[in-house]
């Protein structure tokens, strides 16, 4: 069987776990493949909220296994918090959970890393979640990682000294004041790779081959959006793997030629959360409206997420990076009440109108030109099949489809499971 994707189209926070949730009935393996714990992916049923960073979106579902791919990196004290929460929900992750050898390991000084780096940058700071994901994939790419199958090395301790005594020189390069007790930290650390090595740790490019091989569906969770792939979003404003279709295929060790359907995921507007350029930002009313009834704060950080209009150009351009061939369109309920809506569907560049995703779109080379829409009125939050939709909805969703070629397969009208309205192909 192919392997389905779903991916963020955006700045991430579109809604992935919640659709990956969704989803999970149809498949008998969710598959992370990228990022770490920068990721916070929300859940709603049974009136309860439940947030993932790590361990993939179908781990409430007693029939589907949750694979952690090698192109994960693994904080495993968050990791251990994680599945603390797991545990008080009674969720048996022990049977339902696998995780690969070759992902890699996020030391404590990983996460000191990123805050001297992002503290030199000053102004100039990405807005890390200061996870340690830059750092971890900078050793991976270095060939200077520890992955998780080294941890069943009898010395893999001196493997952690070594690098961590590294790490620790290269902090004091940064001409920045990082407060850190480091016996603390590791006393946490190695508590928590104890409980990461009581779970099951598998060769899983094997397992995902073997499983396609006996006609198990997958579906692999993205995490993050395409507009903050290390090569094809807004770089340096991006994090540092690929989140884009291509990442789950080095991600997971799955041929391209094995890549069955592709979902992408956008909000009916756009949010952003860190630094980096944004076109269609709103500093108005209308993006303080969205933030709010949005509730548009991050689910790692807590930091508030910057709003604006939906940006056709950007979208488009993720699409076709990703070979979408089904749209999934979210958190439409928040525009209700809007008068009009507006969508960007061109780039003033450079005194010359333009359709495609240029190299640079920061404000002093690009302005968003808009087409605008009629809104609606109607509270969407109730509603449950397609037929209910108001007319102008349908309109704005049905100019979108036609401007990417690609059908709108699900509208997402609320953050519990059950708002979610599925439309016909
Ligand atoms: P992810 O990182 O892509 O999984 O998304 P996040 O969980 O970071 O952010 C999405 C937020 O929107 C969460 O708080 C969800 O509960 C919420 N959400 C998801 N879908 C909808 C929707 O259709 N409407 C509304 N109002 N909220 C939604
Ligand atoms: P999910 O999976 C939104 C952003 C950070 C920062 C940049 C780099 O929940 O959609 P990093 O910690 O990777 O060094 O941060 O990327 N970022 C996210 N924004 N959703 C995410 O994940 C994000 N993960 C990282 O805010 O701008
Ligand atoms: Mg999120």
């Known amino acids: 069987m192919a392997v389905d994707l779903l991916l963020g189209l955006q700045w991430g926070d579109e809604g992935k776990g919640k659709i990956v949730d969704v989803l999970t009935s149809n498949y008998n393996i969710i598959a992370r493949f990228q990022g770490g714990p920068n990721a916070g992916h929300t859940l709603v049923f049974n009136g309860k909220k439940h947030v993932l960073h ?8 007693d029939d589907a296994t949750n694979l952690v791919g090698n192109g994960v990196v693994i904080d495993p004290v968050i990791f251990k918090k994680e599945l603390d929460k797991l545990e008080e929900q009674d969720v048996d992750y022990r049977k339902s959970l696998v995780i690969s050898r070759k992902a890699h390991i996020i030391l404590p000084t990983h996460r000191l890393l990123d805050a001297a780096s992002e503290a030199s940058k000053g102004k100039a700071k990405i807005g890390s979640t200061l996870k340690g994901i830059g750092p971890t994939y900078m050793d ?40 850190y007790d480091l016996a603390d930290l590791e006393k946490e650390f190695f508590e928590a790779v104890k409980v990461l090595k009581s779970l099951k740790f598998i060769d899983s490019e094997e397992y995902v081959y073997q499983a396609q091989k ?38 997971l060790g799955v041929a391209p030629n094995q890549i069955g359907e592709v979902f992408g995921i956008f909000k009916a507007y756009t949010t952003r959360v860190g630094s980096g350029p944004f076109p269609t930002e709103l500093f108005d009313e209308d993006g303080e409206t969205m933030g709010r009834v949005g509730n548009e704060f991050g689910a790692t950080t807590g930091r508030s997420r910057r709003c604006g209009w939906l940006d056709l150009i950007a979208l488009k351009y993720a699409c076709q990076v990703n070979g979408v061939t089904q749209l999934m369109m979210m958190k ?43 809104g609606w009125e109607e509270d969407l939050t109730g509603m449950s099949e397609a037929s209910q939709l108001p007319k102008t909805l349908n309109e704005y969703i049905e100019f979108l489809e036609k401007e990417l070629e690609i059908p709108i397969t699900i509208v997402s009208v609320g953050p519990d499971r059950k708002q979610t309205i599925f439309r016909k192909r």
């Open 54 to 61: 790590t361990i993939p979106s179908g781990i409430f579902h």
């Open 140 to 179: 991976k790419t270095g060939r200077n990682g520890i992955r998780v199958g080294d941890l069943e090395l009898d010395n893999w301790k001196d493997i952690y000294r070594t690098l961590a005594n590294k790490h620790e020189s290269m902090i004091s390069f940064y001409d920045v004041e990082i407060e």
């Open 214 to 251: 006996a006609g198990k569906t997958i579906l692999a969770e993205g995490a993050q959006g395409s507009l903050l792939d290390i090569d094809f979003g807004t770089y340096p404003f991006v994090t540092s793997s690929n989140t884009t279709a291509a990442g789950a295929c080095t991600g």
């Open 332 to 374: 439409g309920d928040v525009l209700s009440g809007f008068k009009t809506l507006k969508v960007c569907t061109a780039y003033k560049y450079k005194s010359e109108v333009i359709n495609h995703f240029p190299y640079n779109i920061e404000p002093e080379n690009v302005e968003p030109v808009y087409t605008e829409f009629n």
